[in-house]
DNA sequence: CGTGATATTGACCGAACTCAAAGTTGGTGG
DNA sequence: CCACCAACTTTGAGTTCGGTCAATATCACG
């Protein structure tokens, strides 16, 4: 399998000016705004924020002015309790919000880390609140956006709370994977940009089993992975993981005796 | 240990009937307005929709038109996946927010039952978001009400992927504790309300885990527990529970040699 | 081509789960 | 008022999933 190119370079295409000339546009703040309100957003917008690889977009504990929209790349963020241990709270393509945990104590909560080099947007608050007084559209859009990050926090407790390891690999991967198509990639073949170690922290498992699962998911015949480079073979199957956990430490070679739920969990959730 | 009484009944003291005299005000949706600005709430508040123990407050897939503020009462919000499994996404009391999650599907996304008799006020989506655009301090406080319930959410999920069983229990217990005391109750002595079961769905653990973690924590003398009514002996070494969690599963009676690490958890995270 | 980081795999262990059996409590109705 | 019942809780015994530790294996990169 050849190394896969997923998320476009930021040199791939010329930088968008405006909002409106922005590729991501309807899937970020100004999603259903008209021409005219969207120019309005100018004011609002600082464009092309360049962050490289590794680079931080922004530091837990330091004041917040300001959300982040990302162009291009992916942003992990993260919260770290006091003795070290550290959990992925997200994991954030293009036209998706940071910072929004900010908002309360004027301080961030998150560490949001680019995997990759990225083109972020920053979304000056105080502007973003005025306008909105102004613009009901772009009001009600940003609630949207602040539900939905509230609706997939939900479901990512879910996950955490009462999913085996291999169900919470099967969901994370079919998460990237909608997100992926819904960008014009690929749903089936596509680099976890993540190692095995955050990944585990992102699902709350540890870097072994990430790898003994996916090794699994493999020799059943449902994908195949080389590092970070992941081809799903049978979407379908993986979706039925969920909720059949129970044969996860079961070899593919044996029959799956107890399937009977089928049941794919809600499309809706968004769990990365 | 007698009964203890700990949230007010919606009968002990008479029904607020504007924003200005509710006595929960300052940890709503009207904190830091002034009083002309509190008045205009009369458009966007429907107050006083009682609700039974065992009611729902709202049913997930339902048609979101409001939020709900709690006056009185204790209300839980769950998910629950298709093939059953329920997860708790929260516990919340006076003065706080849910329905949040419904803003961008337009669908509750979780179910809100009342622990106890309660008493919410509906707060209509729409006229909150007419009024905010006209007054700017409440769109920044709703605001730093939607950041809040993020940045909890990431703390929840830091609970759920990286701590042990007693450090879940010990959170838990702690950010009650804390609770009560905002509002007035007793920061060492109240009810959990919800039964064993419950409380294992919502830190991510079965009922029998939560029983045996309780009974240790007895045992140890950090807390006295009958069924609902607990009583917490030793705020201070529960709070050195957190971070050192390898501890639970020694005797109190053997000197805990590996007591390093006396950090609690960072106090701005509200988990429940 | 060597070296350090990352990934895989195995063996073993242990925290939490499962299953099961009492024990306890509160509510109901005789 | 008390007996009974259903629901909840506690506790024990055994199991298992995932963690831990350790030994390779593989890759990226200078």
Redesign the pocket.
């Known amino acids: 399998m050849s190394?896969i190119q997923l998320v476009q370079k930021s040199s791939s295409s010329p930088l968008p000016r405006t909002c409106a000339d922005c590729v991501v546009r309807d899937l970020c703040l100004p999603a259903g705004l008209g021409a005219k309100d969207t120019a309005l957003l100018e004011h609002v917008v600082i464009r092309n924020r360049l962050v490289e690889r590794q680079g931080a977009v922004c530091r837990a504990g330091t004041a917040f002015h300001s959300l982040y929209a990302i162009y291009s790349g992916f942003v992990k963020c993260t919260v770290t309790h006091d003795d070290g241990r550290e959990q992925v709270t997200g994991l954030h393509m293009s036209g998706e919000l940071i910072g929004m945990d900010a908002i309360n104590s004027g301080k961030y909560t998150c560490d949001a880390v680019a995997l990759e080099n990225c083109n972020v947007c920053e979304i000056v608050f105080g502007e973003l609140e005025r306008l909105s007084r102004e613009v009901p559209t772009l009001q009600h859009h940003f609630h949207r956006i602040m539900g939905r990050e509230i609706a997939r926090d939900y479901g990512v407790m879910l996950l955490l709370g009462s999913m085996?390891?291999?169900e919470r690999i099967a969901v994370f991967l079919l998460n990237l994977s909608k997100r992926y198509a819904a960008r014009g990639h690929s749903a089936t073949r596509f680099n976890l940009l993540l190692?095995?170690?955050r990944i585990?922290s992102y699902l709350?498992?540890?870097?072994?089993?990430?790898?003994?699962v996916?090794?699994r998911f493999q020799e059943d015949g449902l994908l195949t992975?080389?590092?970070?480079d992941i081809e799903i073979k049978d979407l379908a199957r993986l979706e039925q993981m969920i909720g059949n956990?129970?044969d996860?430490?079961r070899h593919a070679s044996r029959p799956p005796l107890g399937m009977v739920q089928e049941t794919p969990i809600q499309s809706s959730g968004q769990y990365a």
Chains 1, 2 share one sequence.
């Not at 709350?204 to 003994?212: D, N």
């Not at 992975?225 to 970070?228: E, I, R, S, T, Y």
């Open positions: 190394p085996r390891a291999a190692d095995r170690e585990g709350g498992i540890k870097l072994e089993t990430v790898s003994r996916l090794s992975v080389q590092h970070k956990y129970r996860m430490h």
